[in-house]
Structures are given as C-alpha cells and as structure tokens.
C-alpha cells in the first residue's frame, strides 16, 4: 500500500513537471534555468549595491570600510552554503536523473539538517569572540565600533543566510527556478526597504544595516520553505538521516567551496596588505570595487546555475552529447559578458562611483577610477574558470574543479599580491587580480582538455 501511494504521488509529480530535462532544447532549458537565476543575482546584487549606498550616503566612508572588512565573513558563510548547498543539489539532480528520488531526498534532508545545525553553532561561537574577530579582519581603532556592532547582528543570522541559499540550491534542482527567483527577488526587495527605514528614519546605523539583511534572507527563507513543504516536487523533507551521502555532498561540493574561501582568504590579505600601507582610503576604494563586482560577478554565476542542473540531470541520465552542448552554450555567453562588464566599467566607472560616495568624498574618485579600470580587466577571464569550474562539479570531476577553483581565487593571488604590492604598492594590489586570472585561465583550458578525453 505505502509503494503503490509512492508511485501514485510521483505520477502526480510528472504530470506537473513542465521542463523536461532529458529531452528538451538545450538553449531554451538553458535560458529558463539561468533567466530566473540571473534576476535572482541582479536584484540580491542590487540590494548589496543599495545597501553600500545607505551605508556610505548614511553613516559615511568609514562605514563603507568596516563594511568592506566584513567581507571575508560572508564569503566564508557563502562558502559552506556551496560547500553544502551546491554539492548536495548537484547529486540529488543527478540521482533524480538516474530515476532514485528517493536517493534524492535522503541527500536532500541529510544536507539541510547539517546546514541548519552548523550554522547556528558557528554564529554563536564568532558572536562570542566578534571583537577578537574583528581585529583578525584587520580593523583598526578607528573603524573597530563600526565592524563590531555590524557582526554582532550578522554574525548571530548566520544559520538564515545558509539556510535560505542551500534550500534554493535544491529546490533550482528540484524543478522550481522561477520560486528561487521570487524568493531572492522579495527578499532582496525587503531588504531594500529596511535598510532605507533603518538607517535614515530611525537612525540606527551599522546595526539597522546588518539587522536589515538577517530580515530580507529570512523572509526569502519564508518563500522557499512552500516548495518543500507542500512537496511541490520530488525532494521534501523527511525524518532521514544518512552520514554517507552526506560526505558524499561535501566532496561534491569542495570545489565552488574552496572556491568561496578562497576568495574570502584573498580578500583578507588585500585588507591586511592596505592597513599595512595605512590606507584607510584604499580600503574603502577594494570595498566600493567588490559592491561593483558582487553586481557583475552575480551574473556569470547566474550562468552557472543555469548549467549545473541541465548537465547534473544529463550526465546522471547518461546523454553526453547533451552535457557538451550545454557547456559550450554557457562558456559563450559568460566569455560575452566578461567583455560587456569592462566595457561599461571602462567608461561609466566615475558615474558608477559617485552614487556609493558622500560629495564631501569625491577626493578619491580618480584613484578608484584608476583602480576599477585596472582591476575589472580580471573580467575578461573570469567567466571561462567560473564556468568550467562549476560545469566539472556537476559532472563530478572534482579533483579538475578543485583545481581551476583554487588556481582562480588562491593560488596565483596568494603568490602574486605580495610581489606586485611592495613593488608598486596600491596600484599593484589591483593588478594583481586580472594577472592572476589569466594565469587561471590557462590552467582552465589544460584542464578541460584531460577532462574531455575522459568523456568521450
């Protein structure tokens, strides 16, 4: 009885699935998977551009700094929400390509309880030592209250942020792209408008900024909870527990993890490089710059959301052919948007830069000028080791991941910051990013060669 109510909910469940994963156009499955995600990543970038705005039109450059210095935190969150999130979404697609979804939800719940539990452990602990944290980060007596009283509130929401982005993860997986968008869109928007309410009408600074985010991403965590909860599609959630799928998901996910810390780690050091230079300016120029990027940087990782459930589900399924086509379809367009993004950064960076600063702070307008036009030449590799980095995960070729992954955001950087800083100083902190990339690039190519032979 209980097999025969299983197969009847699962008919039910193919009566309402609308993309057709196995034999569908590959451009349109493509477009229906990265439009939504590419709104998602606009509209959260955007919030992340707005609320940079707030914080620097509202408490000032200072507060755009410490802002900056937090930034290590959330990638290090981000981090284990791919780390969990993305890997695990990654096998439960192509479980369900496979026809095992109940392969699926055991690797669904073991994610999400883990999730959950770590990240409100991990919270409570850095809460506890937020001050020592701060000072880790690079903060100095001038911007030690400001970072403070920030991480205080994002540090406790830590286990909203994963939650709600590991849950998207799937539920993209899981045939409902365009309710990950809703969730990301609304909550985003909420954001937006707390920020504005907290910061300008009540006036309560760095804590209205940090308690204004913790708000959007539980209200966007609000959102998602329907597709799993009304089982909506094959994955829900279930009193199941398996400690093997779940190391299966975290080696799945090494690679876009690594990934994430590693450019957590990168933008540390740059910190700590323009604090030894006593560059409070240049900090707040790096922490302009990444509010920029986080908008531009959304985008090509649009495309990879887009990827990874069409090639996970194809190669669980078997259809090589179908995982090559999807894989060129995104290196294309992440190579054209690469170009796009520094044309404009190239020459609207002024305009751009004006927004984020108090007129009173125009005075470091031609060094961030300079800086964006030098360090945005990184785009034009990115999208390639972005892309060929997420297409190798979803395919579980981890260890070639792992590898373009750590050459894009570690490896190269880590080597080349120091040189390029003390001989050039702040000039050669930003160029080190793009020299740094094209070398990633070409371990890209090499490392897609071997692994296409391995496909054929």
């Known amino acids: 009885m209980p097999q025969n109510a299983t197969q009847d909910t699962e008919l039910q469940i193919q009566k309402k699935e609308r993309l057709d994963l196995r034999n569908g156009n590959i451009l349109r499955l493509f477009f229906s998977y990265s439009l ?13 551009i707005v609320d940079g705005i707030f914080v620097g039109r509202g408490i000032g450059e200072l507060g755009l700094a410490a802002i900056g210095l937090s930034v290590p935190i959330f990638t290090f969150f981000t981090g284990m929400e791919l780390l969990f ?50 000072r880790a980060l690079g903060a100095n007596d001038e911007l030690m209250p400001y970072l403070v009283e920030y991480l205080g509130v994002v540090l406790l929401g830590g286990a909203v942020i994963m939650a709600q982005s590991v849950l998207c993860s799937f539920a993209r997986n899981d045939k409902a792209p365009n309710l990950t ?10 954001n937006i408008i707390l920020n504005y309410i907290f910061i300008f009408v009540w006036g309560w600074g760095m804590f209205g900024a940090a308690f204004s985010t913790i708000l959007g991403h539980f209200i966007g965590l609000v959102i998602i909870l329907k597709h799993f ?28 993890s690594m990934s994430e810390f590693a450019f957590g780690i990168i933008i540390l050091f740059m910190n700590l490089l323009l604090s030894s230079l006593d560059s409070t300016q240049g900090i707040a120029i790096l922490s302009i710059m990444l509010y920029v990027s986080s908008v531009c940087f959304g985008c090509i990782l649009a495309l990879s959301h887009g990827l990874q459930p069409i090639v996970s589900y ?82 579980g070729r981890i260890k070639g991941s792992v590898i373009i992954s750590l050459c894009h955001n570690l490896i190269f950087m880590a080597i080349l910051l120091p040189i390029m800083a003390r001989i050039y100083g702040e000039s050669g902190i930003w ?26």
């Open 181 to 190: 968008m809703i969730s990301f869109v609304v909550g985003s928007l909420c």
């Open 229 to 256: 909860l009304c089982k909506d599609g094959k994955l829900w959630f279930m009193l199941v527990f398996s400690i093997s799928a779940f190391k299966k998901s975290l080696i799945s996910g090494i690679s876009p």
């Open 314 to 395: 194809n190669f669980g399924a078997k259809l090589l052919n179908r995982v090559r086509e999807s894989f060129k379809i995104a290196i294309t367009f992440a190579l054209i948007f690469g170009i796009a993004i520094y044309v404009v950064i190239f020459f609207y960076t002024p305009q751009i830069a004006r927004i984020f600063l108090k007129p009173s702070e125009s005075a470091i307008l031609p060094d961030l000028v300079a800086a964006a036009r030098i360090y945005f030449l990184g785009y034009l590799f990115v999208g390639f080791d972005i892309i060929s980095a997420a297409f190798l995960q979803a395919i």
């Open 36 to 48: 939504p995600a590419f709104v998602s990543m606009l509209v959260l970038s955007t919030y992340v």
């Open 431 to 456: 160029a080190s990013y793009p020299i740094a990339l094209s070398c990633a690039f070409i371990v890209s190519i090499i490392v897609l060669k071997c692994e296409f032979k391995g496909l054929k």
């Open 85 to 134: 999130g993305i890997g695990g979404a990654a096998l439960a697609s192509m479980s369900l390509g496979a026809g095992k979804p109940l392969k699926a939800r055991i690797i669904f719940n073991s994610t999400i309880y883990i999730t959950i539990i770590f990240g409100a452990l991990l919270g409570v602990v850095l809460f506890i030592f937020r001050e020592a944290t701060a």
